[in-house]
Every structure is written in C-alpha cells, then in structure tokens.
T-cell receptor
C-alpha cells in the first residue's frame, strides 16, 4: 500500500504478557518513528530510527519497551510483561528525512490499539 | 511547564462558523510548526506545515506562527461537518529527531 501500515489494528492482552506491534513504513522512507497516544493526551515520542544510524531510544518509558528495525524497513515494537498503564494507541510514522529538515512530512499509520486487561 | 501547551477543551461550532485553535510553546529552538487532523480511530494526517514566523493559507485553512510570542494558530473558515475531528499542533527544532505535540482539540461542527 501507499501509506504506513500497522498491525495488529487492535490487540487485547492479559497483564504480564508480551506483545509485538509491527510497522511497515512507506517505501523509501529512511526515518521511522514510534509514538504513543493515551486517552486525552498528546502524542508521546518513544523511539526514532534513521537509516543505519543508532536509534534514538530516549522516549522509551521503561526497559520493558524495545524496538527493532530490520533491513531499514519494517519495525517491531515489543512490550514485555505488559501493565494496564501500557493501554494506549501505538502510532508508527515515517518520513523521507528527519523532522528538523525543512519541508519534511511525517506520515502516520492508523495505529495499533492496545488494551491490557 | 510542558514544551507545547494546547487547551484540550472540546469545541462545538455551527456549520459555517470560523474555528480558531491555538498552541503556545516554550522552546525557542522550534522552527517547524505543523497542524495535524485526526479523525476518530485514525492516525493523524498532516494538515498544515509552516516554517518560522508568518501566515500560510491553504483553501479554508490558515496557519499563523508568531515566534516572538511563541504562539501558533489554526483557523478554519466556513467550517463543515466533515471538519469534525481532533486537531493537534506539533513542532520541531532543526536537526531534532522528534516532534513535540500538543494534547489536541476536539472540534465538532454542528450541521
């Protein structure tokens, strides 16, 4: 498809289980981002990948969260030992270049809606 | 103080009215300013992009940036029911890896 694709679109998991969320960025986009959106809150930055550079993991809230990007394309966000406060929409985005470049547009997927019960 | 402040209060307007949204920010390094529109259970989509201070118009939408006041605005003229969505402001600094978002305003345009 032409846009950022995320799966699963909805996930209900039991507290303590691990979950994996997948993101397929737009073809050719070197930058990939994960954000989290909780009810009534703005988007919270989690992690950023740019080409082959080391990712910016400074937004990950705890060591239960990790992300990989394989082959410069598909990315997986993993949450281990999920907690109820992890319930949120996890949004993936991609762009041709990094945000601080004039004219760069960041495109978002439709999100993975995670509910931890 | 959060980097970006956006009053999240819902806004209901009659069809045809002007919608006025705004955000304030504290980081003087921000140079790129964006407004995203997010429909229910969808991802945000870029609506307007502005670099530095000034105005930008695109159809019924106008974005304003006042860097001296650290204040940005979005105006929607002749609002339509299809404009009903959450509007998020976002901004970034040159060479920075992340966008800083406001909490978003839910706008409802009543036919």
């Amino acid at each position: 498809g032409a846009g950022v694709s995320q799966s699963p679109s909805n996930k209900v998991t039991e507290k303590g289980k691990d979950v994996e969320l997948r993101c397929d960025p737009i073809s050719g986009h070197t930058a990939l981002y994960w954000y989290r959106q909780s009810l009534g809150q703005g988007l919270e930055f989690l992690i950023y990948f740019q080409g082959n550079s080391a990712p910016d993991k400074s937004g990950l809230p705890s060591d239960r969260f990790s992300a990989e990007r394989t082959g410069g394309s598909v990315s997986t966000l993993t949450i281990q030992r999920t907690q109820q406060e992890d319930s949120a929409v996890y949004l993936c985005a991609s762009s041709l270049d990094q945000p601080g470049v004039a004219g760069n547009t960041i495109y978002f997927g439709e999100g993975s809606w995670l509910t931890v019960v | 103080q959060k980097e970006v402040e956006q009053d999240p209060g819902p806004l209901s307007v009659p069809e045809g009215a002007i919608v006025s949204l705004n955000c304030t920010y504290s980081n003087s390094a921000f140079q790129y300013f964006m407004w995203y529109r997010q429909y229910s259970r969808k991802g945000p989509e870029l609506l307007m992009y502005t670099y530095s201070s000034g105005n930008k118009e695109d159809g019924r939408f106008t974005a304003q940036v006042d860097k001296s006041s650290k204040y940005i605005s979005l105006f929607i003229r002749d609002s339509q029911p299809s404009d009903s969505a959450t509007y998020l402001c976002a901004m970034s600094a040159r060479g920075n890896n992340r966008l800083a978002f406001g909490k978003g305003n839910q706008v409802v345009v009543i036919p």
